[in-house]
């Protein structure tokens, strides 16, 4: 199936280079990580709003978190082009913090949001009808809730390979990206349903924790997002370098 080999290789890229993965992400992931440690020692506080508790930030927390939450985009936006254009181009950090290219992680940015939206309505269109369903039979509730997520998967991967090209400072169009995974779509569900599954297994842990706000759920969740970021941005990598490169993934 081609679509685990395009998980596979994106995988194996990660491993067979994992020294270049730690010295272009480490610190800026750590950076990122602040974020959530910092939410985690601050949580919001509930208040009472027309007789539902909603969370509310307090005063104090709100420039910090802000800050912090801007911060860990830029270094999750630095992480992605850095990965890209080591994958696709040999590019390697000389200490450990890679190159910063500003044009291109803008347009990454640009791009993701356009992606983003995109991907929001097209789920969005088609959770009409499976609400319907749901609602006419109850049972297949979490079926129809997976095959939305499965369906999120499949736009993100069909339009994705415009990130990679933003990261080389390639502008490829909204159309050529769909146009590059054209007759792909087998290949590109098998990848979603891959990638799912897989997402859904590392968190298992954390999800069957008695204490899901414990110290050992936040620490395990931030060295599996590390790992899944990485390999999450080397499938898109893999996508772009096959699809629009023509390079092999045996």
Known sequence: ????????????????????????????????????VYSFLNPPEMAEF????????????????ILLGVLAVIASLWIAVAWHR???TGETA????????????MGYLGRSILIGILVVLGVAVVSIPVGIISIGLPALAGIM??????????????LGVMLPAAALGDKLTLGAAWDATRGQSATILTLSLIVVGASVVVQLPSWLNDDPNSVINVVYSL???????IIGISVLTTLYGHFVENRPID
Do not use: C, K
């Not at 027309?50 to 307090?58: A, C, D, K, N, R």
């Open 1 to 36: 199936m081609q679509g685990w080999q395009i998980f596979r290789h994106s995988f194996n890229l990660v491993m067979a280079n994992l020294d270049q993965a730690l010295r272009l992400s480490l610190v800026l992931y750590l950076i990122q990580s602040v974020y959530t």
């Open 50 to 65: 027309e007789g539902t508790q909603i969370p509310v930030m307090s005063p104090e927390t709100i420039l910090p978190t």
């Open 86 to 88: 080591f994958a696709l």
């Open 94 to 105: 000389s200490g450990w913090i890679p190159q910063f290219h500003g044009s291109e992680i």
């Open 145 to 158: 809730s997976l095959l939305l997520i499965g369906l999120g998967a499949y736009l993100f991967f069909r």
């Open 223 to 229: 060295v599996v997002n590390w790992f899944a970021t």
